[in-house]
C-alpha cells in the first residue's frame, strides 16, 4: 500500500483568524507530514512484511519493536496528523451538547476537561502530543504521548480529538509560547464537533 497525504479538510488561509496561520500550515501539512509519509512509504518499499498493510495494521506490527522505530516514528506521525488536521475547525471552539453533557459527567465541566488538557499538553516535556480519549470503560480521559507515539499504540482506547505540540506546530504563530498555543487551540481552534461525532461513532 502506498501511503498518501490527506488533503486538509479546508483551506491552507482558513484558520489564520483563529490562530493559524497558512505558513504553519503549509509547513506543517506541506513538509513535515508528507516528510512522515514519504519516509513511511520507503520503509514499506524496502520491507516485505509491511506490504499490503493498512497503517493501524503497521503500528500494531511495530510498536515495541526496537528494530523497527523509525517504521514507528513515521507511520505513528502519519496517524496522529491525520487526526489532528481534523481535531482544526475554522469555527472551533463550540462545545455541542451532547459531548458537553459527557465531559461535565467525567471530568466535572468544560473549563475543568480544558485544564486536565492544558496541564497535559504544557507538561508534555519535547515533542509529542495531548489527547481526549474514550477510554474503553466508557469515560473520557485525556492523555498525553511522547514523540510520535498516541492512544491507539498504547491501547488507551479511542482518541476524539488529538492536539501537536511538536515546536513544528506552533513556532511561526506563537513562538515559544506553547501554553498560549494550547489555549487558543482548545477556546478557538478544535473541532468538538468531531469529537462529538467520534465519541458517537465509538
Ligand atoms: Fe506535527
Redesign the pocket.
Known sequence: MTFELPTLPYSVNALAEAGMSAETLEF?HGK??QAYVTALNGFVEKNDALKGKSLEEIIRFVTGKADLAPVFNNAG?HW??IL?WQSLSPKGGRMPAALEKKIAEDFGGTAEFKEAFKTAATTQFGSGWAWLVLGDDGRLKVTKSANADNPFAAGQGEALLGL?V?E??YYIDFRSRRPDYVTNFLDKLANYEFAEAQLAKA
Request: aromatic residues 18%; glycine residues 0%; negative net charge.
Open positions: 506543517h513535515h507530514h506521525q496522529n496528523h489532528f501537536d511538536w513544528h506546530s
